[in-house]
């Protein structure tokens, strides 16, 4: 049976839409740090706001439906074969690192999330955080992106 997209395409798509959510994750808490040390009002905080919302609606959300899609498809296409086991069975034969990758990408996008419920308190002039506080927590996905990436890569 011939498929519209095959594993190999399917896996770069899927690395493509990680590389712009990380990338995304990255400069969010960056923009923050700079709306929270700029003037309330001011014409730096109303670019950053408005470059954060962007970065928001065009880059991160779209990579991270992507990124889920795409994944939720490989795993299905990696556990496919005999659907006549018992559905345990099947998910049984999938590796253990991949359960640890996979509670490292919900806290990834439970940090999305985060990160998106706090620019829209930014957006209506709380500062609930330093800017100290923003420049440590854009450190969090990169750091997440490598153990990420070593359990897919390394397979341990």
Known sequence: MD???????????????????????????????Y???????????????????????????????????FGIFLLATYITGDWTRPFGEVVSGVPHWFWAKLLLVL?????????????????????RRTERYWRLMSEVPFLAAIAIVLLATVEP
């Open 107 to 127: 806290g990834l996008s439970g940090y999305h999330g985060y990160l998106s419920a706090e620019g829209r308190r930014l957006a209506k002039g709380e500062r």
């Open 3 to 33: 498929h519209f997209i095959g594993y190999d395409l399917a896996r770069g798509l899927h690395i493509i839409a990680v590389i712009a959510w990380i990338a995304g994750l990255l400069m969010l808490p960056r923009f923050y740090a």
């Open 35 to 69: 709306v929270t040390a700029s003037q309330p009002g001011g014409e730096l905080e109303a670019a950053m706001l408005k470059a954060a919302a962007s970065l928001r609606a065009i880059i991160l959300a779209p990579s991270l439906v992507i990124a889920w899609a």
